[in-house]
């Protein structure tokens, strides 16, 4: 059905490709194991995404309560759900041998520099597949085409508010490296790569091979949930390609492939209903404007080219939606070769059919639809750096690809002796990139100090007076994760329907207050800012105006309870001369 694309066409082409390939595996895994080494207690937090902390802090309720719940009251599926499974089995493990929680985050983010790894892994035999060997240049998939072309800029931006301080140890967003952060990017790398590599170079497809390639997109899908733009694109192709060339027999594989996926998504979908009476996770919902427009995007890119000086919250995510399209773009121009047979016009590819052109089509087609998704209806800045790893991917390789090609064409076939000094200067014009563009010793230093000294000094000073306080936090998770305190997300996410729905009305923090959530956190806040008698009601009103309206605070004050030099804990107290609370 597919022709079987190109075997290596040399023993020594072999040697080469299997060279470059361990290689690029050493250059993916090894800097962050060894700066986690080398590093003090608080490094890891310097790879650590804010929102693993919902993570991790659901997974440590699972494994101690036995169900999914951020709040430890209500159920919630507001998270990706392959990932949480296996974070879950995580820290079962290392609580089960009595690890720390720092020694557990230091394997979570070892084990996602693995299944980076394994994800390069099969990318690179899907490659030496259709192409036959890997070029030199595949070293560069590690910094990425994406983050070595938005770096310069860096140098150039700005930040602003709360992130002004860490503008001079942001690390560049897009690399490899970076995705080693405690979420779902490892397995959504890992995934991609396998779907890939059973894509591409088939001799023909069985039944079978559609049964596993359906499941292996589930699987995908389960890794993050917005990745079913990559799986519908990938089933797509392969329905049409097969469909072109043996009509419905051609297309059985991919029919096959597709009911799997569709089962195994449906069964996930019903246990959502079942379980938490939404089909859908609640996080996504309050994260999306669907299908209402949602201009920011469209207002942050006008922003980038109209400004001198480029503001990196709003260059990164923009960058990250826009640079692998354009590429994507790019690759259909150069691998696209229209001819004409039989008296009619068709298109085919430069690496023949089932090859790795097919395989980055349906990759380009799954980047569009993402990007096009998340710039509609997705504020920018709900959209993490760990939103778009195969976008990422697709653009490097396809500057590989192309280079590599053209590189053929002008050059002859170089000596080992210079490929040997091409390849020693790209891997160490990386690790010199990973020093300059990952490496800051201080990143997310701040998130360390509330964590490891900060969040026991707050649990005392409960301890010490008898009381479990229950915590509405306006932050990604840290809160909880650090004092084991039952906490409720100030910003919808990691809730149940009925908190949901209530952020939705403007109304979360009325019903947080009516279910006994009293005390208020936000890392944004410095306690230097606070007023320093509770009776200046304006002063601590304005101090969490950002997160909660006034309307909220009817019938209601704040009152300093726990104070530090740079943390505050604020408890809601009823007013003492307003009636009976309004009702919900």
């Known amino acids: 059905m597919v022709q079987q694309a190109r ?10 490709s ?32 804010p929102d693993f902390f919902y993570y991790f802090t659901v997974a440590r309720n699972y494994v101690e309560l036995g169900r999914w719940t951020f709040d430890q009251s209500s159920v919630t599926n507001g998270f990706h ?50 192409e036959g060997a890997l070029p ?15 770096a310069p800029l860096y140098d150039r931006g700005t930040d602003y508010g709360a992130f002004r301080a860490l503008e001079s140890r942001r690390p560049v967003v897009g690399t490899l490296w970076s995705y080693a952060n405690g979420m779902e990017t490892g397995a959504v790398i890992a995934l991609f790569g396998a779907c890939l590599w059973w894509f591409v170079g088939r001799a023909s497809w069985s039944r079978r091979d ?14 993050r949930l917005d990745q079913i733009f990559f799986a519908g694109a990938l089933l797509l192709v392969l329905l049409l390609a097969g469909w072109r060339r043996e009509g419905i027999r051609g297309a059985g594989p991919a029919l096959i492939g597709g009911l799997t996926f569709a089962a195994l998504v449906g069964a996930y979908l019903v246990y959502n209903k079942a379980t938490v009476g939404s089909w859908l996770p609640l996080s996504g919902s309050v994260k999306s404007s669907f299908p209402r427009f949602d201009g920011n995007n469209l207002r942050h890119l006008r922003e980038l080219f109209t400004q001198e000086r480029p503001v990196i919250h709003k260059l990164f995510r923009q960058a990250q939606i826009h640079i692998p ?26 690496a023949g059919e089932g090859g790795i052109d097919e395989a980055l089509l349906a990759t380009t087609l799954g980047v569009w639809l993402l990007a096009a998704y998340n710039f509609c209806f997705v504020p920018p800045y709900e959209q993490g750096t760990w939103y778009y790893p195969i976008s990422t991917i697709l653009g490097s390789l396809v500057l590989i690809r192309w280079g590599s090609w053209a590189m053929g064409k002008v050059a002859r076939r170089p000596a080992a002796a210079g490929r040997c000094v091409v390849m020693a200067a790209l891997v160490a014009g990386s690790i010199w990139f ?38 509405i936090e306006y932050y990604d998770g840290l809160f909880a994760a650090a004092t084991g305190l039952p906490t409720l997300s100030g910003f919808g996410l990691v809730v149940d329907k009925e908190a949901a729905a209530a952020k939705k009305r403007g109304r979360l923090f009325r019903l947080a207050y009516s279910r006994g959530f009293d005390r208020v956190h936000s890392f944004y806040l410095n306690a230097a800012q606070l007023p ?53």
Not at 20 to 46: E, H
Not at 136 to 144: C, G, H, M, T
């Open 81 to 130: 759900p392959l990932w949480q499974v296996m974070l879950a089995g995580i820290y079962a493990i290392g609580a089960g041998i009595g690890a720390s929680d720092l020694s557990i985050f230091q394997v979570v983010v070892g084990i996602n520099a693995g299944l980076i790894g394994a994800g390069i892994f099969w990318i690179a035999r899907a490659y030496v597949r259709s």
């Open 210 to 223: 559609g049964l596993i390639f359906g499941a292996l997109l589930a699987g995908l899908t389960f890794a």
């Open 325 to 350: 399209a354009l590429l994507g773009l790019l690759h259909l121009l150069l691998a696209a070769q229209v001819r004409r047979s039989g008296g009619r016009w068709r298109i085919g590819w430069r």
């Open 18 to 49: 299997q060279a470059t390939l361990l290689l690029t595996l050493l250059l993916v895994v090894a800097p962050v194991l060894v700066d986690l080494w080398v590093g003090d207690d608080a490094r890891v937090f310097g790879y650590l995404a």
């Open 532 to 584: 320093r008698r509770s009776r200046d009601q304006s002063g601590l009103v304005g101090f969490i105006a950002r997160f909660v309206s006034a309307g909220e605070l009817a019938n209601l004050e704040l009152e300093v309870e726990y104070r530090s030099p740079r943390f505050t804990v604020l408890r809601v107290v009823p007013r003492p001369d307003a009636g009976e609370d309004e009702e919900e």
């Open 434 to 471: 990973f020093g300059q563009a990952m490496y800051r010793r201080d990143y997310n230093r701040d998130h360390a100090e509330f964590y490891l000294e900060e969040a026991p000094k707050i649990v005392a000073f409960y301890e010490a007076r008898g009381v479990r306080p229950r915590v």
């Open 7 to 16: 075997a290596p066409t040399s023993p020594r082409s072999r040697r080469w």
């Open 136 to 150: 030199a240049s595949f070293v560069l998939v590690v910094p990425s085409a994406l983050a070595l072309l938005t």
